[in-house]
């Protein structure tokens, strides 16, 4: 709306760029047109003020389709007037000189004009439509139909409306009825989402079917591994324990050669020292033989001297020395006892 300020008996208005004023006095046009500043004095001044920009009317109303169903249309019709001066003439734009302000409703006159004008056409084709269609397919034709109506209706030019755009935003039925047309669709994308979700479920079964087989083979590998770990490892300690039987046994050939070679050494210094035993023995042998020989032969040789030497003397002497040595050869004899008949019979004997 138009600024107005006071200034004593006087009225200043300052417009807007997207409206157009008209000051009239006296039925002359002093000046009109958009984005005007000036004064004026309010007793006799004739104020109209049109709205110059594009305008926005949302329109919201129900109609019925051929099977009798109610729907809701919603469209938004986009509107301009062309020729102010001629809707200033047509419709009352005037405005109160003292508070800038209309003194009637002009908008919204237009407003209603403008839903009427919408309603009827989109009115009798949603009337000829079913619903099916209607919701499907019938937004572009209302659409055409209600910018047609409001191109070619001459209330319109002569107001000097022009429709810039006329667009149907949504037909909608009832709650009701809209939610029991959906259901269909609901029950399929819930079945989607049931086919999705399984579909999903049994990708997961066979990914962990999968991952468990990955599992098994990487057990079986494993297993594998250490089975060849286990032969490796029996084989390595096999052949550390043949290694090891070839050292004992270069060990034992070696002690064995050294005690062969210490058995034959100390056989032969056995041998030695048994053959230098034998020939000391055999010495001592002969020594003892050449000295028993000797003795014997001192013996004999004293023996047959000293038989000489008895074979000469008289019998009363040899019994004598016989007696003599076996006396030698008695035990001790403390006492002796010599009865007269022991006495008779060695008389006797010496007699002889």
């Known amino acids: 709306m138009a600024d107005v300020t006071r200034r004593l008996h006087l009225r200043h208005l300052r417009g807007a760029a997207t409206s157009w004023v008209s000051h009239t006095v006296k039925g002359r ?20 003020e049109v709205p110059v920009d594009d305008r926005e009317l949302p329109l919201l109303f129900h109609a019925r ?57 989109a009115l009798d084709l949603l009337a000829r439509l079913p619903l099916a269609e209607a919701l499907t397919s ?41 939610r029991a047309l959906q259901t269909p669709t609901r029950e399929q994308v819930q079945q989607d989402a049931d086919k999705a979700t399984y579909a999903r479920r049994a990708h997961a079964v066979q990914q962990e079917r999968q991952i468990a087989e990955n599992e098994l083979q990487s057990r079986i590998e494993l297993a594998r591994r250490q089975q060849e770990l286990v032969e490796q490892h029996g084989a390595n300690t096999r052949r550390e324990a043949e290694l090891d039987a070839e050292t004992q046994l270069v060990a034992a050939k070696a002690d064995a050669d050294r005690k062969e070679v210490a058995s034959i050494a100390a056989a032969e210094r056995a041998r030695r020292t048994a053959a230098g035993e034998a020939e000391g023995t055999r010495v001592r042998d002969e020594a003892r033989a050449a000295g028993a020989r000797l003795v014997g032969l001192a013996e004999a040789e004293a023996e047959a001297a000293r038989m000489a ?44």
Do not use: M
């Not at 572009?140 to 000097?160: F, I, K, M, Y």
């Not at 002796?336 to 008949?341: F, H, N, R, S």
């Open 309 to 352: 030497a008895y074979r000469d003397l008289p019998p009363e002497v040899l019994q004598a020395l016989a007696l003599r040595e076996i006396a030698g050869q008695l035990p001790q004899i403390n006492e002796l006892t010599i009865t007269p008949d022991v006495l008779t019979s060695l008389a006797g004997r010496l007699g002889k």
């Open 65 to 121: 389709t051929e099977d009798f169903a109610d729907v809701t249309v919603q469209a938004t019709v986009t509107y301009r007037f062309s020729d102010p001066a001629s809707a200033a003439s047509r419709l009352d734009f005037s405005i109160d000189p003292y508070r800038g302000r209309w003194r009637g409703q002009p908008l919204d006159q237009v407003a209603t004009l403008l839903a009427e004008l919408a309603q009827q056409p």
């Open 138 to 178: 019938g937004i572009a034709p209302v659409r055409q139909s209600v910018a047609d109506a409001l191109a070619s209706d001459p209330r319109l030019t002569e107001t000097a409306v022009a429709v810039v755009s006329a667009r149907v935003v949504a037909i909608r039925p009832e709650p009701d009825l809209e």
């Open 29 to 48: 046009v002093k000046r009109s047109g958009t984005g005007l500043s000036f004064w004026y004095r309010p007793l006799t001044a004739v104020l109209s």
